[in-house]
């Protein structure tokens, strides 16, 4: 028997108890719902009928004697509380008369038991009592208000008291009505709930039987076919989750063993793929490596991205204070330090230059615009993992004393650029080109000019706003361009700068807009409130010194406080 006949045959016995299932729930269910049909058509409708009643006779009480206690006052509080109380009568009367009639069509309903019925016939007999003293409660209040009507006050009041008589009828008896129909629903519904419980252990029952018969049947006509593809999903799962599996043993020649066949050969190309990943994934980030063998190495195209450059602060000197091995050890203690951040943060690193790092981010393994948020928050978090790597200088450069300090400037740049392998025949590399990424390489070196660590482009800032913490520093033209840009210095996570730094950022602001104006004396009185919250910052003490000289030499008037770096 081929694999699609035993498929068949199993699927029709399964089909067979499912509908055998089926049949048998829908007659219990049935049975359910005329309960709960019941309930809500006759037990809960009765239930409020009974507290309306409850309600409009205080309410009426209430009306008649607000009516009497405005005689003598406003005669418009006193015919708007007689009007309201007929018209409470009226209520009283429709509600008498649909609860009766509910009541009434309650205890010929053949789809309750005896027992319930003979209770609803019961409290039907105490609701009519009450429905033919309902009158003579309405005719208190009749009396009550028609000697209000005359003026006659003293026989209004005498009439009044005879609301008292229906205390104990319109009180505890109707309280104890609602209770028995309460008891009754609360009944019923725990009736309806222990046959559902009843449903879920019959329904459990038979699905185990049915699931007994089913694998009884697929056991006895298909246990070859069922190892052998069982075999097959826990070699995939293997290969899913990244461990090494062996061939599958073919054991049938039917459909499942040509499966098995061509498993095995695609475990055989999936080993020189992953040897291919191990070799190269040492020299370029892994991900490009699995993407460049899915899709092709020879691919190039032009995306938004944003671009990343590191570089440590005076390394020359650093590197003359040690030895080479110490050197090597400082640089790959540093790049596996921020090469995790990168990565840890959806980031690709481009390449290692002497010192500097290069990286990107770009979909897809940043979605959308997020490249730019996830660059600055590697770019923070780089930073911290750096104040950690200060504190092992002293073990990995081997100098217990004067130990070396380290301090990387960044720069990172939002815009096109074209990404994909570039070189020759004979040797490539995956990476990104265009002036995005020479706009980044230069704010990296910007930072020298104002003794900044961080500092990014404006398309950076505003994809990544909502993200980090920032303030803008100036509007440049960097060298080998032409169009200014402004730059910010990144200063912290969103929502976690120091009210210091807040500060000093917003008096910054302050300044710079002043200094653009030529308002030198504001923009000098706000840079030197900066100083207060921080007397080493780099960009204030620049633009005091840029104040100073325009003092002397100021600008034209048509000056757009863009500022020229004429060096890379």
């Known amino acids: 028997m081929t694999i699609r006949k035993k498929i068949f045959m199993l699927a029709g016995i399964l089909l067979a108890l499912f509908a055998a299932v089926v049949g048998v729930l829908a007659f219990v269910q049935k049975l359910d719902s005329d309960q709960l049909a019941n ?42 509380a007689a009007a309201a109380a007929r018209q409470t009568a009226e209520d009283l009367r429709g509600v008498i008369k649909t609860g009766g009639a509910l009541m009434y069509k309650a205890t010929r309903d053949p789809a309750y038991q005896i027992e319930t019925r003979v209770e609803l016939a019961r409290m039907a007999g105490v609701l ?37 008589k229906f205390g104990q009828m319109f009180g505890p008896d109707l309280t104890q009505i609602r209770h028995e129909l309460a008891e009754l629903t609360n009944g019923s519904t725990r009736a309806v709930l222990a046959r559902q419980r009843l449903d879920t252990y019959l329904t459990f029952a038979v699905f185990l039987a049915a699931c007994a018969i089913g694998l009884g049947v697929s056991a006895v006509g298909s246990t070859q076919v069922v190892s052998s593809l069982r075999q097959l999903v826990v070699s995939a799962k293997a290969i899913e989750s990244g461990k090494v599996t062996q061939p599958v043993v073919i054991r049938t020649r039917d459909e499942v063993g040509e499966l098995a066949l061509a498993f095995n050969r695609m475990i055989e190309e999936l080993g020189e793929r992953d040897r291919l990943k191990d070799t190269f994934g040492k020299f370029l980030d892994p991900r490009l490596v699995s993407r460049l063998i899915a899709s092709g190495a020879d691919q190039a195209e032009r995306r938004s991205l944003t671009v990343f450059f590191s570089d440590i602060k005076q390394f020359s000197g650093i590197s003359e204070q040690l030895t080479a091995s110490s050197v090597v050890n400082l640089l790959n203690n540093y790049f596996g330090a921020v ?18 790092v290069m990286a990107f981010w770009v979909p897809p393994f940043s979605t959308g615009d997020d490249h730019a948020s996830d660059a600055c928050r590697a770019a923070l978090a780089q930073q911290q993992a750096i104040a950690t790597l200060r504190s092992q200088l002293p073990e990995i450069t081997g100098m217990r004393r004067n130990a070396p300090d380290i301090v990387i400037r960044m720069g990172i740049a939002t815009g096109e650029a074209v990404v994909g392998t570039i070189g020759s025949e004979s040797a490539r590399s995956y990476t990104v ?12 070196s910007i930072n020298k000019v104002y003794g900044t660590l961080i500092l990014v482009s404006e398309e950076t800032y505003r994809l990544a706003q909502m993200a980090v913490e920032a303030r803008e520093v100036d509007r440049i033209i960097v060298a080998g361009k032409t169009e200014p840009v402004r730059i910010y210095e990144l200063m912290a996570l969103a929502g976690e700068l120091e009210s210091a730094r807040a500060e000093l950022r917003d008096a910054f602001s302050g300044g710079l807009a002043a200094y653009r104006r030529q308002d030198w004396d504001c923009a000098q009185t706000q840079f030197e409130s900066c100083l207060r919250n921080d007397p080493d910052d780099g960009p204030t003490r620049l633009f005091l010194e840029r104040i100073a000289v325009m003092r002397k030499s100021p600008p034209p008037t048509d000056w757009d406080g863009v500022w020229r770096h004429l060096h890379k």
């Open 39 to 80: 309930i809500s058509q006759y037990e809960l409708p009765l239930s409020s009928l009974v507290a309306e009643f409850d309600v409009y006779t205080d309410r009426y009480e209430l009306e008649v004697l607000r009516a009497l206690s405005s005689a003598g006052g406003d005669g418009t509080a006193r015919d708007a």
């Open 433 to 444: 080109i265009g002036d995005t990424v020479n706009l980044a390489s230069r704010l990296e």
């Open 128 to 164: 009519k009592y009450m429905s033919r003293s309902l009158e003579d409660f309405l005719s208190v209040g009749e009396t009550t208000l028609a000697a209000v009507s005359q003026g006659r006050l003293d026989e209004a009041r005498a009439a009044s008291l005879g609301f008292a």
């Open 339 to 356: 090469a995790n951040v990168i990565h840890d943060h959806r980031g690709v690193i481009d390449k290692y230059i002497g010192d500097a």
